[in-house]
């Protein structure tokens, strides 16, 4: 579908003053050796060897009408969007009518596949919050103070204003977002700001707002010195209590507990949380990285790459979960992964930003599924972190590159496809092959109809093709006693890179989000959906699944159509933009935060690398001086007409 959308050209206020301070930009093409932050960093890690006993061959049985374990009903927009709220304005925009169009793409993309993006907006930095009303000083959206807390990602104190909101909003009228947004939780709205934040949301977003996050990781608020040393789940729950004997809630929309890491979420459980607050919680939710590269000096990835190019270990990630799930379910709520990715403070070198992530992910957000979890938000923090699904160039760099796509939005494109958009994918996990760590098989149904099958191969092979793999698949027929409806033909589209460290030249069906920072947000290339013939003789299907890849099978046409597969290019932004060499007012920090614990600046942002480190070059001089710089901000204007 096309919307008329058109995008201009405008110049934010500039500002001349008698000293200021801003990168070096002698030339477009050499300064881009100038700057170093993790989301251009070249580490590259040594695949692990391939498995001593690997099997060629796998056979699958399917049933018709579904089998026994599948997950509860869940939506192609499952896998979504967790974004620290200090760097929401840099990746969305700054106002709704200055959107940012890369964003835009991205998310057009997941929408014509699922029907939709879920996005949460919070993390760290929602805990102390305010909102200001009529504005910031210094007219930025956002605008941050050093912290106080001794979190390892010294947090800082964010203050926005209602322009967050109301971008939030805009974005929905273009690409069917919905919205998770936090509410400050750490001062119990004594200053009746949590108050301010509830009722502006709810007024603001209407019915694009699916919840609202009452505490983030209160289980570390005394470790990190948020609240007094012995907080404990008693006093958690008496807060919550407060908060919500306080605020204007009159319907289901509070997500909580959302712990993290030192409290169990069956033991918040346990203490009465889902009985007590019934009337006001919709989604009972958790957050959790596999691992975290918080200590310092910095964890030596290597050891840990095995962990992300493993089954079982995506099992575990899921398996912890799975009573408080079957818990909420019963109790008629939704349980949910508020924040996760693929480790905490920024994520590892190497894996992060490896082709690696994309098939873990790929395999998170299916377990997920099959773990009756109705969304998984993937984090997002700054610059100076290596896991962010996708991340702008540093300001410096805006008139010589564009946006960096990470691997595991890769995932989310193949996650959105395989569940699709009718809201009733139900995924089971096939154990295939004993349940072989380096594989993984999901059959998905809709309406009791086998629909895709989605299989996963980590291994890197040291000969060429020696590790791929046949999926043999039938639906029925055989040893069942039920008619065979194999399918004639399938469709097939192939998740592919190099190697398990590659971390470009990724591509999903072909298609590709280029080098990094090569992006706009768009699919380039084209479409390369794979038709296999099955043998009607036996009513068998033969799926060749590559070494490293993924593989998502179609085994209707419906399945095919409901999922946007075949949609390129449904909606495109347009990113033009026009640069000249005059320096442009704007916090350079806003560019270097993130969160998830994940990294600091000295504006106490969520990356533990200093600003300086994610700048490159750093140079005083008079504006007489000065080589000037442009900032251009796309503003989004709606006329009649094409999409660009």
């Not at 947090?155 to 977002?177: G, R």
């Not at 190497?350 to 938000?377: E, K, P, R, V």
């Not at 989310?412 to 092959?433: C, F, H």
Request: glycine share 8%; net charge negative.
């Amino acid at each position: 579908m096309t919307r008329g959308l058109f995008f201009l050209i405008a110049v934010l206020t500039l500002e001349v003053v008698n000293a200021v301070t801003v990168y070096t930009t002698a030339t477009g093409t050499a300064a881009v050796a100038q700057y170093t932050v993790a989301s251009t960093d070249q580490t590259v890690l040594t695949a692990p060897d391939p498995p001593a006993e690997f099997s060629s061959t796998v056979y699958i049985q399917l049933y018709d009408g579904g089998m026994t374990g599948m997950g509860n009903p869940v939506s192609g927009k499952l896998l979504g969007f967790s974004i620290e709220l200090s760097v929401s304005a840099m990746l969305m925009g700054e106002r709704p009518e200055v959107l940012r169009p890369e964003f835009l793409n991205y998310c057009a993309l997941l929408e014509a596949r699922a029907g939709g993006i879920t996005i949460r907006v919070g993390g760290n930095t929602q805990d102390k919050a305010t909102l200001n009303l009529d504005g910031n000083p210094n007219n930025h959206t956002i605008e941050k103070y050093t912290g106080t807390d001794a979190a390892p990602t010294d947090t800082p104190e964010v203050h926005f204003t209602l322009d967050l909101l109301d971008t939030m909003a805009e974005i929905s009228t273009l690409v069917n977002a919905e919205w998770f947004f936090g509410i400050p939780f750490l001062k119990t709205n004594s200053d009746g700001n949590a108050a301010l934040v509830l009722q502006n949301t709810k007024s603001i977003l209407g019915d694009k707002l699916l919840g609202l996050q009452l505490a983030n990781e209160p289980d570390l608020y005394g470790k990190h010195l948020k609240k007094w040393e012995t907080y404990s789940i008693t006093d958690f729950m008496n807060e919550t209590n407060y908060m919500i004997q306080n605020l204007p809630i009159q319907a289901p929309i509070i997500a909580g507990p959302s712990v993290c890491c030192e409290w169990t979420v069956g033991e918040v459980l346990d203490a009465g949380y889902l009985t007590q607050f019934q009337t006001y919680i919709d989604y009972v939710d958790v957050m959790h990285y596999p691992d975290n590269n918080c200590a310092s000096p910095k964890v030596d990835p290597q050891p840990l790459f095995q962990n992300y190019l493993s089954h079982t270990q995506v099992q575990g990630l899921v398996s912890p979960y799975v009573t408080a799930a079957n818990t909420a379910v019963a109790a008629g709520k939704k349980f949910m992964m508020m924040e996760t990715n693929t480790a905490s403070c920024g994520g590892f070198a190497g894996i992060s930003d490896s082709f690696a992530s994309a098939l873990w992910a790929t395999d998170y957000a299916m377990q997920m599924a099959y773990g009756n979890f109705t969304y998984g938000l993937l984090h997002f923090g700054g610059q100076n972190v290596y896991y962010n699904p996708f991340t702008p160039p540093p300001t410096n760099m805006t008139s010589v590159r564009k946006w960096n796509t990470g691997p595991v939005f890769y995932a989310q494109l193949v996650a959105a496809e395989a569940l699709g958009k009718s809201g009733n994918a139900r995924v089971l996990d096939l154990y295939i092959d004993s349940n072989a760590y380096h594989r993984a098989g999901y059959a998905i149904y809709e309406n009791g109809v086998a629909s895709r099958l989605l299989l996963v191969n980590y291994v890197q092979s040291t000969t060429p093709n020696a590790n791929d793999y046949v999926a043999t698949f039938a639906v029925g027929g055989g040893q069942t006693g039920l008619p065979a409806v194999t399918p004639a033909s399938v469709k097939v589209k192939y998740l592919r890179a190099d190697s398990v460290n590659s971390k470009d030249n990724i591509t999903w069906a072909g298609q590709t989000f280029g080098q990094q920072f090569m992006s706009d947000g768009r699919l380039q290339g084209d479409l390369d959906i794979v038709t296999i013939e099955c043998n009607t003789s036996d009513g068998t299907c033969n799926i060749p699944v590559p070494g490293p890849s993924v593989a998502l099978v179609f085994l209707t046409d419906a399945a095919l159509q409901n999922s946007g597969a075949e949609d390129t290019q449904p909606q495109t932004f347009a990113t033009t933009t026009t640069t000249a060499r005059i320096a442009a007012t704007i916090d350079q920090a806003i560019l270097q935060t993130s969160n998830g614990r994940s990294g600091s600046d000295p504006l106490g942002a969520t990356s533990k690398s200093s600003s300086q480190e994610s700048a490159g070059e750093i140079t005083s001089m008079n504006p007489l001086g000065l080589i000037l710089s442009v900032l251009a901000s796309v503003i989004v204007a709606k006329f009649p007409g094409p999409s660009w």
